[in-house]
C-alpha cells in the first residue's frame, strides 16, 4: 500500500552517512580556525613579548558569562606605548574598567565572549606570551601560538576523530546484517 520499506543495511549506511557528515563538520571548523589564525599570525610583521595580567573568573569584576568561564587580561608594549586587552563590559563604573582603561601611554583593546575559543584559559598570572601586531597598527595582533585557541582545535579534532569511529563501524556492521 504504498509503504516503502527500507532493508536494514541501507538504514545501517544511512545512518554511518550522517555520523559521518556531523564527525566531518567538527573537524572542518577545526582546521579553518586553525587556518584563519595562522594566516592572520603570518600579516603581523612585529614581534613584541607581553604578560599576562590576570585571570578572571565569571561573575568576578562584573564580567557576565557562564559560571566556570574564564578570561584573560593581558598587556603588550609597542614604541613605549600599553595595549591592555581585556574581556568587554558594559558597565564603566566595575572593577575592570575603573583599573584597566585608556590614558595617554595605555590603550585599552576589548574582546566580546570567551578569549580564543575556550571557556576556561589556559594562561595564568604573570606567564610571558609572545604578541604578533600589525606595524601600522599595533591595536591589532594575536598571540603566537595561543594555548587557548590550540586548546579548541585540538577539542574539535579529537571529537571529530571519536564520531568519525562511528560510521567506520556502522559500514563494517553493514556487511554482516
Do not use: W
Not at 610583521?45 to 562584573?62: N, T, W
Not at 558597565?91 to 575559543?117: P, W
Request: net charge positive.
Amino acid at each position: 500500500m504504498g509503504v516503502i520499506k527500507m532493508s536494514n543495511r541501507l538504514g545501517i549506511l544511512l545512518a554511518a552517512g550522517i555520523f559521518f557528515i556531523f564527525a566531518s563538520v567538527f573537524l572542518i571548523i577545526a582546521e579553518i580556525s586553525k587556518r584563519i589564525s595562522e594566516n592572520k599570525i603570518e600579516n603581523f610583521q612585529g614581534e613584541v613579548e607581553g604578560e599576562v595580567l590576570e585571570v578572571i573568573k565569571s561573575g568576578k569584576d562584573g564580567i557576565g558569562g557562564k559560571l566556570l568561564d574564564t578570561f584573560v587580561v593581558y598587556q603588550y608594549e609597542v614604541n613605549k606605548h600599553k595595549y591592555i586587552v581585556k574581556p568587554y563590559v558594559l558597565l564603566k563604573n566595575v572593577a575592570i574598567n575603573q583599573r584597566y582603561f585608556d590614558s595617554e601611554n595605555v590603550t585599552c583593546i576589548t574582546y566580546m565572549g570567551t578569549h580564543g575559543m575556550s571557556r576556561q584559559t589556559k594562561y595564568h598570572a604573570g606567564e610571558s606570551i609572545i604578541v604578533k601586531y600589525n606595524l601600522e597598527n599595533p591595536k591589532k595582533h594575536e598571540i603566537f601560538n595561543d594555548k587557548d585557541k590550540m586548546f579548541a582545535y585540538k577539542g574539535f579534532k579529537i571529537a571529530g576523530s571519536i564520531i568519525m569511529i562511528i560510521p567506520i563501524i556502522l559500514v563494517i556492521v553493514s556487511f554482516f546484517v
